[in-house]
């Protein structure tokens, strides 16, 4: 069994700054890439930034600069850390993680999600 549990969300100011962690947990033996993603309301959902186990990361256009992936490989958890957070930040954040709990097969994984509402 394999979980994704996001935490973190909440309410911020604009140009304030959150941090989002998010926890993997299960019979797992590795987890090649961790990423972020979110779907503001009524909108699909868009792909923030992913991380490699090694640390290479990658980073949406709308992000750079402001945002930054990281993962602690030995607690298994992946963050997102967010500044000068603007209102069409707001969204449900999710995260991901490609995973193989046998070493052969590999599966995507989701969170449920958290909520970051940016709103003075």
């Known amino acids: 069994q394999v979980q994704l549990v996001e935490s973190g969300g909440g309410l911020v100011q604009p140009g304030g700054s959150l941090r989002l962690s998010c926890a993997a947990s299960g019979n797992f033996v590795s987890i090649p890439t961790m990423s972020w993603y979110r779907q503001p309301p009524g909108k699909e959902r868009e792909l923030v930034a992913s991380?490699?186990?090694?640390?290479?990361?990658n980073y949406a256009d709308f992000v750079k600069g402001r945002f930054t992936i990281s993962r602690d490989n030995a607690k298994n958890m992946v963050y997102l850390q967010m500044n000068s957070l603007k209102s069409d930040d707001t969204a449900v954040y999710y995260c991901?993680?490609?995973?193989?709990?046998?070493?052969?097969?590999?599966?995507?994984?989701w969170g449920q999600g958290t909520l970051v509402t940016v709103s003075s």
């Open positions: 991901y993680a490609f995973i193989t709990t046998d070493g052969i097969r590999y599966r995507e994984y």
């Open positions: 991380i490699t186990r090694s640390g290479g990361t």
